[in-house]
């Protein structure tokens, strides 16, 4: 006898789920190479799902300190910023290159919460983070083939539940926090730690995708597929 047909899988309205590859949703304006300044999975992963071909060029000895009484936003901005120059000014850069780069903070008010230097210093991250609201920066530079170029840092505030310890390191125990600013990751394990989210989710992940989208749009740098 014939096994049964397992149901089909269903999306959450209930109706039938789309396995279907997804289509592109952009196209770049022709003769424009997108260059990534990041090697940040969860960007390559957004660029991949608009549909834009991409070449990454990583940024080396650019990571610059926060300055004495710069806000958040300020130095996610000016790192996005450094990271774009210094790809911008690389061997692998073109005359048609348009170079994206972003830098994403974790802040807790004026303190900047950076990637945890061992395991110890993970765990007062979280420590401090469990049961607060806290904000995620992430800034954004474009620098354009027309020379011109535009940025912007975008917030989002995030409330933590509030974990007891055991929780806190056994997270800490499973790897994630090691290269994380703040020490979590909100796409990864650590999604389950945070309660609630205001303000765009892609910046809490790392690129701030509805602004750009605008941007590149409005600048008439890509456009929508027909």
């Not at 450094?82 to 061997?91: F, I, L, N, T």
């Not at 692998?92 to 110890?120: R, S």
């Not at 912007?152 to 509030?162: G, I, K, Q």
Request: aromatic share 6%.
């Amino acid at each position: 006898t014939a096994a049964p047909l397992a149901p089909p899988e269903l999306a959450p309205s209930g109706g039938p789920m789309n396995t279907a590859p997804l289509q592109p949703l952009f196209l770049l304006r022709p003769g424009i190479r997108l260059v990534l300044a990041s090697a940040s999975p969860r960007r390559r992963q957004f660029m991949d799902e608009w549909g834009l071909p991409y070449t990454i060029v990583r940024p080396t000895g650019v990571e610059p300190r926060p300055e004495h009484g710069e806000t958040p936003a300020a130095y996610a901005l000016r790192a996005a910023t450094a990271k774009a120059r210094a790809v911008a000014a690389s061997a692998d850069a073109g005359a048609d290159d348009l170079i994206l780069a972003a830098d994403t903070v974790v802040a807790l008010g004026h303190d900047i919460l950076g990637k945890p230097a061992d395991d110890a210093d993970a765990l007062d991250m979280l420590r401090r983070l469990s049961g607060r609201e806290h904000v995620v920066i992430t800034g954004v530079c474009c620098l354009f083939p027309d020379g011109s170029s535009a940025g912007f840092a975008d917030t989002s505030a995030v409330r933590f539940h509030a974990w007891p310890e055991d929780v806190l390191r056994a997270y800490v125990r499973s790897g994630e926090p090691a290269d994380k600013a703040g020490a979590y990751a909100i796409q990864g394990q650590g999604a389950f730690l945070v309660e609630s989210v205001h303000g765009s989710w892609s910046t809490v992940v790392g690129l701030p995708v509805s602004r750009l989208a605008a941007l590149l749009l409005e600048g008439g740098w890509m456009r929508p597929v027909d």
